[in-house]
Structure formats: structure tokens, C-alpha cells
């Protein structure tokens, strides 16, 4: 099946800091979903994106589907947007009858006061 | 607004007892996703279903069954908890076509004892 890595696995930023986190995927993709889990372990939708660029205020997201890659950039990082964030995939070729998402495993985004 | 949520956030059950955990969306979309998410394995799809009384076999069925009478309703069933099937369970909605932006509910922490 279509394989997710995201990169860097964890990242620690001081309040302010803009941050750029990284999602490959190993095929052709029809959907890219970018989500934030809180603390809670709810997953918040950010952005739906398998090609293209959008921006939702200090967020904004990049797939270049050719490349096979998407990035999500966070601009003036605050506390609260901490938490886990994953990238997750839907393959043309995900096999089984399965058409779920396959998730990456994940940054651990830590913002420091 | 998206709405997917599930009816419990913690639950605490004993090997060998049945399990429902319930799924309710009211977006009226066709498919609904049932996933676990563990630490080092990440989120990995259990079933899905994309219409009434139909449904799929995920990445990891074994140990579950599920149910769909209801279009809006989506339950997933342990018919004899086990240990090993403390997690995570997240449940997940999208309109017809697969390939479009999934919604989830904030999530059922189980633990088997």
C-alpha cells in the first residue's frame, strides 16, 4: 500500500517562530487531508488539499501532487497550536476494497512561552 | 457546521464483555470509518461502510463487527473485548465519492481491564 512519512518526527519552537512541517507519500494521491490532534484527541480538519496551495490565516498548505509531497506552514507559532499533526492520504490504489485514509505517523509540534 | 460525534469519550469495560461503541453524523453522508489509533502504530482503518446495512473490511476487521441501520448511524462492535483491544477509536464521515475531505468524531478512549 501507498506509504506516508512526515518529517521532522518532533519539533520544539519558541512562541513566534514560523515552522514547515513535511509529508511524502510513495504514489499518486486523489485526497490530502492536513490535521491537528488536540490534546483531547480530536482531529481537527485544517485543510483538504491533494494539489495546489490554500491558506487559512496563519496556516497554509502546499501539494505538489507530481512530486508527490504536501507542506503546512505555521506562521507565529502560539501554545495553542501545539499539539500532534498529521498528514493523511487516500490512494487510487489503496487495494482491499479499502478506502480509507492511510496517516502518516505524525509531528509532535511542542510551542514554548 | 460538520458534526460527527460518538457516545462516549472514556470507557472502561472487562475481558470478554460486548462492546458498542456509536457513531452519529448529521451531515448525511454516505460513508462512514471506523479507525483505532495506537502509540507506534498511528491510525489504522477497522471497517467502513458507504451505505444502510452495507459494509467493508479495513486494514484490521479481526476482533470486530459493525453495524448500520441507520444512514446517519454507524456502530462498531466488540463481541468480546480483549486486552489488546484497548485504544483509541475514532469514527470518521464523507460524502459519497471516497475521495473527499473526512470528518471525525472527537473520539472513544476504551480500555479493557
Known amino acids: 500500500g501507498i506509504q506516508v512519512e512526515q518529517s521532522p518526527p518532533d519539533l520544539i519552537l519558541q512562541e513566534g517562530a514560523n515552522s514547515t512541517l513535511r509529508c511524502n507519500f510513495s504514489?499518486?494521491?486523489?485526497?490530502l487531508q492536513w490535521f491537528h490532534q488536540n490534546p483531547w484527541g480530536q482531529l481537527i480538519n485544517l485543510f483538504y488539499?491533494?494539489?495546489g496551495t490554500k491558506q487559512n490565516g496563519r496556516l497554509s498548505a502546499t501539494t505538489v501532487a507530481t512530486e508527490r509531497y504536501s507542506l503546512l506552514y505555521i506562521s507565529s507559532s502560539q501554545t495553542t497550536d501545539s499539539g500532534v499533526y498529521f498528514c493523511?492520504?487516500?490512494?487510487?490504489?489503496?487495494?482491499?476494497?479499502?478506502?480509507?485514509?492511510?496517516f502518516g505517523k505524525g509531528t509532535h509540534l511542542i510551542i514554548q512561552p | 457546521d460538520v458534526k460527527v460525534t460518538q457516545s462516549s469519550r472514556y470507557l472502561v469495560k472487562r475481558t470478554g464483555e460486548k462492546v458498542f461503541l456509536e457513531c452519529v453524523q448529521d451531515?448525511?453522508?454516505?460513508?462512514m470509518f471506523w479507525y483505532r489509533q495506537d502509540p507506534g502504530l498511528g491510525l489504522r482503518l477497522i471497517y467502513f461502510?458507504?451505505?444502510?446495512?452495507?459494509?467493508e473490511k479495513g486494514d484490521i476487521p479481526e476482533g470486530y463487527s459493525v453495524s448500520r441501520e441507520k444512514k446517519e448511524r454507524f456502530s462498531l462492535i466488540l463481541e468480546s473485548a480483549s486486552t489488546n483491544q484497548t485504544s483509541m477509536y475514532l469514527c470518521?464521515?464523507?460524502?459519497?465519492?471516497?475521495?473527499?475531505?473526512?470528518?471525525f468524531g472527537p473520539g472513544t478512549r476504551l480500555t479493557v481491564l
Open positions: 488539499i491533494p494539489s
Open positions: 451531515m448525511d453522508h454516505e460513508n
Open positions: 504514489d499518486s494521491v486523489n485526497n
Open positions: 461502510s458507504y451505505d444502510v446495512k452495507m459494509k
Open positions: 493523511a492520504v487516500d490512494s487510487p490504489y489503496s487495494g482491499g476494497g479499502a478506502d480509507g485514509l492511510t
Open positions: 470518521a464521515s464523507t460524502i459519497r465519492d471516497f475521495h473527499n475531505e473526512q470528518f
